[in-house]
């Protein structure tokens, strides 16, 4: 069992910046990935960014890249997503989820979730 737990949201102007963070428990030895997914008002799940949760190597989907930058802290087990130069289009719920069976980077399916937190960016 994996449990995620987010936090960070709020409501931000467009161009500004917020941190999300993402602590993992549990087996966290099953990890094989950690990603960020977002989910808009009225459409579906989209995956964000990944981080290797053994090596740190981090992917992203390409309308964050240059913008977003996942991280994860071993220490601490957290993982972070730092989202600079927000658009109105980032506003989404957004979700950190855990692969333990070693799927395709930007897969939608994870084994675990977290409850979600909120962003809202203003024009």
């Known amino acids: 069992q994996v449990r995620l737990a987010e936090s960070g949201g709020g409501l931000v102007q467009a161009g500004g910046s917020l941190r999300l963070s993402c602590v993992v428990s549990?087996?966290?030895?099953?990890?094989?990935?950690v990603a960020w997914l977002l989910q808009a008002p009225g459409k579906e799940r989209e995956y964000v960014a990944a981080?290797?949760?053994?090596?740190?190597?981090?992917y992203y989907t390409d309308s964050v890249k240059g913008r977003f930058t996942i991280s994860r802290d071993s220490a601490t087990r957290v993982v972070y997503l730092q989202m600079n130069n927000l658009k109105p289009e980032d506003t989404a719920v957004y979700y950190c989820?855990?692969?333990?069976?070693?799927?395709?980077?930007?897969?939608?399916?994870?084994?675990?979730w977290g409850q979600g937190t909120r962003v809202t960016v203003s024009s």
């Open positions: 981080v290797d949760w053994d090596f740190g190597t981090d």
């Open positions: 989820a855990a692969d333990t069976l070693g799927r395709v980077i930007g897969a939608s399916e994870y084994d675990y």
């Open positions: 549990g087996h966290t030895n099953l990890i094989h990935t």
